[in-house]
Structure formats: C-alpha cells, structure tokens
C-alpha cells in the first residue's frame, strides 16, 4: 500500500484511504465534477431523478435535490396548492353543523377577505368568493346575505357579528340591496315616514334606505335658505360699523365709508412736550429766587440758605466734639 500511487496519469501521490484510489487533490475534483460519489460501489454519473440531468453528488441524487432532502425530506419540490387549497386551509368548520367560519384576514366591518390576483374574478369577499364558487354566479347589483345571521334573533353585534366570517353555501343568498337591508334590519316598510312609496330608484344609506322624493325636498331646501341667507348679507346698508352715514343703495361690498377712510389716512396728532414745573419753595419753605438758588454741576437745585444752615449745625457739632 505504501508503494501505491494516484490512478490519474502523470500523479505519482499516494491515494487515500477513502479516495478510491485517488490523491486527496484528484479526489476531490472528482467529487466536485461528478465522476465519483463518496460511497463504496460505483459512481453515478447523473441524478436519479427523471427531471434532472445534473451530475450525481450523494444518495443517488444531485447536490441541488440532495441538500433539499437534508432540509425537507423529500429531494423534489413540493407541489404548489391550488386557490381552493389555500381557501379551505383558512376555513372553520367547527362541528359541521354550524357556520363555517373565515379564519384568515379580515375587513374592519369583520367580512373575511380572500384574493389573488386573476385568479378570483374582482371578488375580494371570502362569501362572494364561496357563493360563487359553489352555488353559482352573482348578478350585478347583488349583495350576498347571511342567512345565518337573520335567524338569529340575538345577534346585535354589528361590525362584531361572527355570521359576517360564515362562507358556507347553504348560508348565503344573493339577493338585491334593498332586500338585504330589509333582513338586517327587519323592516317590512313600503312607505317613507312622509307617505312616499319605496321604489327601485330608493337608494341605500348605509344600513337604512333612502326616499329620493324626501332627498330632492331636502335639498331644494337647504339651497332656498343658502339663497335667503346670500340675499340677505346683499342688502343695502345704511351706516358703516363705525356709526357713519353711507350713500343710499350701495351693497355691502361696496359700502366703504369714506368718513373712516379719511380718519385712517389722517396722521396720528403729536403729543406736546409736557413742561416740567419746578416748585416755588424748598421743603422748609425758602423761596427759590435768583439769588437762593444754587445749581449744582449734577443733580437737582438747591437752598442757599438751607446749605448754610447745614454748614453752621455742622461746625458746631464738630466744636462740641472738640471741647
């Protein structure tokens, strides 16, 4: 064994234990390029798979079908569901007798939603889809009724009722809007609470039907007292805000008075300057004429004679300290 060499030409290496008497270099092109497996019996050449021709790599199949059997556990790839397949993944069935529940998204009125695009026809409602499907197709116009909600007289939820989640066909009924809300609400009303007839032309608000003949009065309405209103804000005006006197007949939009225009173009009157008065007499009552008064280079004016009233107390205070 220690004599051997690599079977490739021109190697003179010693093969490896597991290189099936390769080099460790040449073993692992071999590998790499498909020529050998890493097994005992003899190398495949390609994947046992019919699909594919790629080269071998372990387990009778090629590196890609190989690492997807580590991952998965089955080398092909698995089969992609169909739109009623991922339909009927997200339906409740409960125990079979009640509603069939939608568990997947859903509106914020609680209708489940189920969509793919091409695939569903426009329709994005998990019961249209349903109702579609497997009773038949909707007319245009059409709602889809629950059934189930109608029979049961408790259900007050609204935007909560769980009948909106039931797809199950025997549940649903295509029927006009008009009739739908009839159920929903329970009216059997064939008259406005004016006396006008429910027609074909009464239109839907909501949950509650709405008498065209009430909404045209209505709007008639509403534009008379606009016009009333215009009308009024277009009469003629005798005094401005101010209380000044305007010219007859002019509308509001023209009304400028003239006596504020000129009151704002007129400029503000100058204050005059207030004139300092001085007092006639010092707080101990000396007269402050020419000749008593003494102006100092800082400061108010001052009393000759009290300053020198100030000056004789000083100069006995001093005396006394002296003696």
Known sequence: ???????????????????????????????????????????????????????????????????????????RKPAKPTLQDRFWARVDKQDGDG????????TPGNYGIFTQAGKTEGETYAHRVAYKWFV????????VDHQCHNRDPHCKLKDRCPHRRCIRPDHLDACPPATNIQRATGSTDTHCKRGHPYGAATQ??????ICPICQRANIDEHLKAQRAQRAESRRAVTHCPQG??????LPPTRAICATCVQERARPPAKTARREYVYNSHCKNGHEFSPENTYWPPKGPRQCRTCQRANAARYAAKVKASRA
């Open 244 to 249: 000044h006197d305007l010219p007859d007949g």
């Open 136 to 143: 038949g197709p909707i007319p245009d116009g059409f709602h």
């Open 1 to 75: 064994m220690g004599d051997a060499t690599c079977l490739e030409p021109d190697c003179k290496d010693a093969p490896t234990r597991v290189g099936q008497g390769r080099c460790p270099w040449h073993f692992w092109v071999a590998l790499k390029t498909g020529v050998v497996r890493k097994t005992r019996h003899a190398p495949l050449l390609t994947c046992s798979l019919q699909e594919c021709d790629k080269a071998g790599w372990s387990q009778d199949w090629c590196r890609y079908h190989y690492e997807r059997w580590i991952r998965t556990g089955n080398p």
């Open 99 to 106: 509603c069939w529940l939608w568990t997947g998204g859903g």
């Open 204 to 209: 839907h608000g909501g949950r509650w039907r």
